[in-house]
């Protein structure tokens, strides 16, 4: 219960900065433009609002919803998700939106998603000045990385070192979830991966059905390989109690070989779902060393492995220094978003398709400041990128209209325009309720 309310106020926080930031954006451009915005809100008030407040000679109302699924920003004279067709019906008036020319217009609508990208660009440049950049070298990592059944079926072996893609070396392995996923984006797009394995370098061909989704289907793909060497034992546990030692290397459980901690963990993992609470170990000390093991329902040998020590590479940036990079942080994020869109048109990308309980699971378990506003910079990306996509109802379905007019000189019907934003209403709705239900699958039943 602990980690979900972190999660979740980590969630409702970063949020509830970002859609006030997308908001603010579309405010700023209608009133640069002298156009009315009627309704300033964080979630939406159906029926009614927590909390609103309209200053005195002030056109706007702000106010806080009970719906949290985003926030709005009425602007007069505009066909929005309020669908308050009765204004439309008026004349149209000089501080309305519809009397705007349609550069002005476009300026207003795109104003949301200019503010996302400018939001995480100045994030991710005060996270580098803050805290600087870290990463381990793949060429240091002398016990190599324990690979997936997929990886293996392609050819990687467990301890292969990844030192080349396409005859290009490579170094960086990021720890955080935003650029922790590049190495896998980069061996998905590579045509041949080279490691180093026992001391030779072997080329692995990646076949063109290699992506992102299918490459994690029986566990994440590869991660840093820690050998199966006992450091510490608990004095109660079963480990202890069957003779295991501080030393020891493991090297079979229930006669399958292990040669790395997580070969440890699958083994145990099944030896539970086969209710085996009986087996060998076979340990190497001076010789082999061959020993029965008794669990008991947690399947916990209690034991904990000696740790990789691979040192960690960091670079600071000062405060001028940090604006490019962040400025190309930000552009790498967003390319490879984009690059793994195109996964969504895909059934299992459908099913991969979450709401607040997929997103809330990105941030981490503990209150980390540094992963929080990583986080936070990746989701205005993602809230910018999605605000721009040409469906009605969405800023890049008024956008494309917009775009329309300026090209064509004519400006569509409101009818028409009133047609478009239901049509896509429902889209985001269905979207919503397929979300919604893959949550549901994932986290609940």
């Known amino acids: 219960?602990?980690?979900?309310?972190?999660?979740?106020?980590?969630?409702?926080?970063?949020?509830?900065?970002?859609?006030?930031?997308?908001?603010?954006?579309?405010?700023?451009?209608?009133?640069?433009?002298?156009?009315?915005?009627e309704k300033f809100y964080l979630f939406f008030d159906w029926k009614f609002s927590l909390f609103k407040w309209k200053p005195k000679n002030s056109d706007t109302e702000y106010?806080?919803?009970?719906?949290?699924?985003?926030?709005?920003c009425k602007i007069a004279g505009m066909i929005d998700e309020s669908m308050d067709t009765e204004q439309m019906k008026q004349p149209a008036q000089s501080w309305e939106y519809r009397s705007k020319p349609a550069w002005q217009r476009?300026?207003?609508?795109?104003?949301?998603?200019?503010?996302?990208?400018?939001?995480?660009?100045f994030i991710y440049s005060m996270v580098l000045f803050t805290w600087g950049d870290s990463h381990t070298d793949l060429h240091t990592m002398k016990n190599g990385l324990a690979f997936n059944k997929t990886a293996k079926e392609i050819g990687f072996r467990n301890g292969d070192m990844i030192i080349k893609m396409d005859g290009n070396e490579v170094h960086r392995l990021y720890h955080d979830k935003v650029r922790g996923a590049n190495i896998f984006r980069d061996i998905c797009n590579a045509e041949e991966v080279t490691?180093?394995?026992?001391?030779?370098?072997?080329?692995?061909?990646?076949?063109?059905?290699?992506?992102?989704?299918?490459?994690?289907?029986?566990?994440?793909?590869?991660?840093?390989?820690?050998?199966?060497?006992?450091?510490?034992?608990?004095?109660?546990?079963?480990?202890?109690?069957?003779?295991?030692?501080?030393?020891?290397?493991?090297?079979?459980?229930?006669?399958?070989?292990?040669?790395?901690?997580?070969?440890?963990?699958?083994?145990?993992?099944?030896?539970?779902?086969?209710g085996?609470?009986?087996?060998?170990?076979?340990?190497?000390?001076?010789?082999?060393?061959?020993?029965?093991?008794?669990?008991?329902?947690?399947?916990?040998l209690g034991i904990t492995p000696v740790m990789n020590d691979y040192p960690l590479i960091h670079n600071k940036y000062g405060f001028f220094e940090s604006f490019p990079a962040g400025i190309s942080f930000g552009f790498n994020v967003l390319r490879g978003y984009i690059s793994d869109f195109k996964y969504v048109f895909t059934s299992d990308g459908a099913?991969?398709?979450?709401?607040?309980?997929?997103?809330?699971?990105?941030?981490?378990?503990?209150?980390?400041?540094?992963?929080?506003?990583?986080?936070?910079a990746f989701l205005s990306i993602i809230l910018a990128f999605m605000n721009i996509l040409p469906i009605p109802a969405l800023d890049g379905g008024h956008a494309l209209f917009l775009l329309t007019e300026m090209i064509t000189g004519k400006q569509p019907s409101d009818k028409f325009l009133e047609r478009a934003q239901l049509v896509g209403m429902l889209i985001i709705l269905g979207l919503f309720v397929l979300a919604t239900y893959n949550d549901l699958m994932k986290f609940v039943f």
């Open 1 to 37: 219960m602990e980690i979900f309310l972190i999660r979740a106020l980590q969630l409702i926080l970063s949020l509830s900065i970002l859609v006030l930031i997308h908001e603010f954006g579309h405010f700023l451009f209608a009133r640069v433009f002298k156009v009315r915005v």
């Open 63 to 72: 106010g806080i919803g009970w719906v949290p699924l985003g926030g709005y």
């Open 106 to 121: 476009l300026l207003i609508i795109v104003g949301g998603v200019m503010f996302n990208l400018i939001t995480a660009i």
């Open 195 to 274: 490691v180093l394995r026992n001391g030779e370098e072997v080329a692995i061909a990646i076949p063109d059905t290699l992506g992102l989704l299918n490459m994690n289907k029986s566990g994440i793909f590869m991660h840093e390989r820690i050998l199966p060497v006992i450091d510490s034992l608990d004095m109660n546990g079963a480990g202890a109690a069957a003779g295991l030692a501080s030393g020891d290397i493991i090297t079979t459980i229930d006669g399958t070989a292990i040669d790395s901690w997580t070969d440890l963990k699958i083994k145990l993992a099944s030896l539970k779902e086969e």
């Open 276 to 300: 085996k609470q009986n087996f060998s170990i076979e340990v190497m000390r001076d010789s082999a060393v061959q020993l029965a093991v008794s669990v008991d329902s947690t399947y916990m």
């Open 351 to 376: 099913k991969s398709v979450g709401m607040f309980a997929s997103i809330g699971s990105l941030f981490p378990a503990t209150w980390d400041w540094h992963e929080f506003w990583l986080m936070t």
